[in-house]
């Protein structure tokens, strides 16, 4: 075997290995959801969508639940939703996180460790165990409120648990790690002698920074956002625990689907859409870069 | 009145001198060299120029207004970096006009900028480009291209050429001196390559440790350094330590283990003040015999300025060889011979005894 041949026999399998995983672990799943979605119940069972019997082949695709997704308001109400939700998340932690990121990036090299480890310190404690937190303080009778109550601030208390406010608290306040740290990852190899040379020719610190720094960190707000929006569309647990009834999102008809009616088929489909919704734009996005990328090299 | 005054400007990074009372007079048009080796103190001195970093004190002025107190983005300079720093997001084109834009000038105006810009770097081309897709060399004009764009009075260039390879080097030198000297940019650089600052520079100020200690021509810096450092830095030479022996108006003999010297010039010195006497060693001669009076200057110098060794090494270079002479007192001598015959006689070889001699006038006194 020649040594190119070899070095392509290489690749293909280094290629090939995280392939397989993808296509076994997620591809192959993905496929059983899909049929399972476009199958038929049968009381409590689903039937296969292939059938044998006295020597017929019957093979029945239902699609009835696709066309209930589709008709009811319940799902689309929560479609959207959940997809809202998901992008305030994402949208209130990078304006949260950039600054954050920002400043552990410029700080001496020798603190950034430190400032790190204390990004990721809340994942040492129970993740149960911090959401309970957030309802002890955000209850009526909880720290928040008895603090503005004492301090007269307001006359009664406000009401922040089970509210899109507490959702979004709480996932936000769950998924900021997610976006400091991709961002932290671009700013702090950026060259800084670029924000200088922006200086130089004229540009204020200000619009050095929108013209360089935001620019050139686009990949890791686009990495963070998407860590933060892809979890944050289908959370159940912080809906369940923080949220309230006008803030179901699409987790909890999930598990309602499955557990409490039963009805996997409808939970399958509810599931594909989910998939699909997350997967659909990611992809055009990919290929409005490549084609963008395509073109700058042409 | 200099077109670029600094006065009296002190660099303190803690407790060390970056830059230690450094004052400079730039004339307008000039192409000015800070020489020097790594840690000197010459970046520092540029970015003050720039205004990324602020003097502990002193004063740069430029056309006669106090620079310091004014942030980078007010000032009349550009720089060119040593990394280029082309923002790589951006391509050619935007790049070039990035600081034509921050000035809010108008788009076609912007647009006929940058296209004379493009045409003076031949890259029109390449205009659509992002930087990742130029080479080196590309690079390094649409940096200076960017640093013009904006009509500085004043342009920096930071090590201009050291990112480029040798060859691409010596023909870059000149194409960017005849770029400058077309605009007629007064321009400050930065570089530790002797060779770059000879062939560029009109005035080279060599630094060290955070002070100037000699301003001139290239050939001045060359021909009479003012100092041990000078000297040793600036291309290579032959040291002798030596004791003034003889102290006249038109001539001095100094004394060193190896030999005496005669030098046909005055020097300000006092009798039996020590000294360094310096041949450069392509002002040397070598043989095999020991030089006739016929051959020296002066009646005065027979006998002077000569010394017996031994070839140790031969370093052959093409247009010039280098021997190593090793004297007995162990000092080593480098001589430099021009081959301009192809064939020429017996050649010297390892290990012959040799007589190495130089002219009273060549000799340059340095004290200590």
């Known amino acids: 075997m020649s040594a190119t041949a070899l ?19 997620f591809l192959l799943p993905f496929l059983v959801v899909f049929k399972i979605s476009v199958s038929e119940m049968d009381t409590v069972f689903f039937r296969d969508v292939l059938a044998w019997a006295d020597g017929l082949v019957t093979i029945k695709i239902n699609f009835a639940n696709y066309f209930s997704l589709a008709q009811d308001g319940l799902y689309l109400g929560t479609y959207i939703r959940s997809l809202g939700y998901a992008a305030m998340t994402a949208l209130i932690c990078l304006l949260i996180a950039y600054p954050f990121a920002y400043c ?28 309970y937190a957030w309802k002890i303080l955000l209850a009526d009778s909880g720290v928040f409120n008895q603090l503005l109550l004492v301090l007269g601030v307001i006359a009664e208390p406000i009401k922040m648990m089970n509210t899109p406010f507490s959702l979004i608290l709480g996932m936000v306040y769950c998924y900021i790690p997610f976006m400091i740290l991709p961002l932290y990852a671009t700013l702090v190899k950026m060259d800084l002698s ?16 929108w013209r360089i720094t935001v620019p050139l960190s686009k990949s890791g707000i686009i990495a963070g956002s998407m860590l933060v ?22 987790g909890r008809v999930l598990w309602d689907e499955f557990f409490g009616n039963n009805d996997w088929p409808m939970a399958a489909a509810v599931a594909v859409v989910m998939v699909l919704l997350i997967i659909v734009p990611l992809a055009l996005f990919n290929k409005h870069q490549a084609e963008a990328n395509a073109k700058a090299a042409a | 009145m200099a077109f670029l ?24 048009g000039e192409i000015f060299a800070l020489l020097g080796s790594s840690g000197c103190g010459k970046s520092t001195l540029l970015r003050m120029l720039a205004g990324f970093e602020t003097p502990t004190s002193g004063q740069i002025v430029l056309g006669g207004q106090d620079i310091v107190g004014l942030a980078p983005y007010d000032r009349p300079i550009n720089m060119m970096f040593q990394s280029y720093a082309l ?17 809010g000038m108008s788009k076609p105006d912007i647009a006929q900028r940058v296209d004379e810009m493009l045409e003076m770097v031949q890259l029109k081309p390449y205009a659509k480009r992002k930087p990742h897709q130029l080479s080196g060399g590309q690079q390094q004009r649409v940096a200076l291209a960017r640093s013009l764009a904006k009509r500085p009075r004043l342009l920096l260039l930071d090590e201009p050429l050291g990112a480029l390879d040798a060859k691409l080097r010596q023909r870059t030198q000149l194409e960017l001196v005849h770029i400058i000297q077309r605009v007629g940019v007064t321009c400050v650089m930065v570089t530790h390559d002797q060779e770059e600052a000879m062939t560029m520079a009109t005035r080279i100020g060599v630094m060290s440790e955070g002070k100037i200690l000699q301003i001139g021509r290239p050939e001045e810096i060359y021909e009479t350094p003012n100092c041990r450092f000078v000297a040793d830095f600036i291309g290579t030479v032959n040291l002798f330590k030596g004791q003034v022996s003889v102290d006249e108006p038109d001539h001095v003999v100094i004394d060193s283990p190896e030999c005496r010297h005669y030098v046909s010039h005055g020097i300000t010195g006092t009798l039996g003040m020590e000294v360094d006497v310096a041949v450069r060693p392509e002002k040397m001669g070598l043989q095999a015999a020991a030089p006739l009076a016929s051959e020296r200057e002066s009646a005065a110098e027979v006998g002077h300025n000569q010394v017996q060794g031994e070839i140790t090494d031969i370093a052959y270079l093409g247009s010039l060889t280098t021997y ?40 340059v006194v340095l004290t200590r």
Not at chain 1, 229 to 250: D, S
Request: aromatic share 10%.
């Open chain 1, 7 to 25: 070095a392509r026999w290489g690749s293909r399998t280094l290629i090939g290995v995280p392939m397989l995983f993808l296509i076994a672990f």
């Open chain 1, 104 to 131: 552990i990036a410029r700080s001496p090299a020798d603190k950034r460790p430190a400032l790190l480890m204390m990004v990721m310190l809340p994942f040492w404690t129970s993740f149960l165990l911090r959401i």
């Open chain 1, 194 to 209: 670029l924000l200088e040379a922006a200086l130089d020719l004229g540009a204020t610190p200000a619009q050095a920074f």
């Open chain 1, 229 to 250: 929006f892809i979890p944050c569309v289908g959370e159940f647990v912080i809906p369940e625990l923080l949220g309230g009834p006008q803030t179901l999102m699409i």
């Open chain 2, 5 to 28: 005054q600094i006065r009296h400007i002190v660099k303190q990074f803690d407790e060390v001198f970056a830059v230690d009372d450094v004052s400079l007079d730039i004339a307008q």
């Open chain 2, 87 to 103: 923002f790589p997001h951006l391509n050619v084109w935007d790049n070039i006009a990035f600081g034509l834009r921050r000035d």
């Open chain 2, 324 to 363: 190593h002479v090793r004297l007995a007192s162990g000092l080593v001598l480098k001589v430099t011979q021009t081959n301009a015959a192809r064939h020429a006689g017996v050649p010297l070889v390892s290990g012959d005894a040799v007589w190495v001699w130089w002219d009273g006038t060549d000799i």
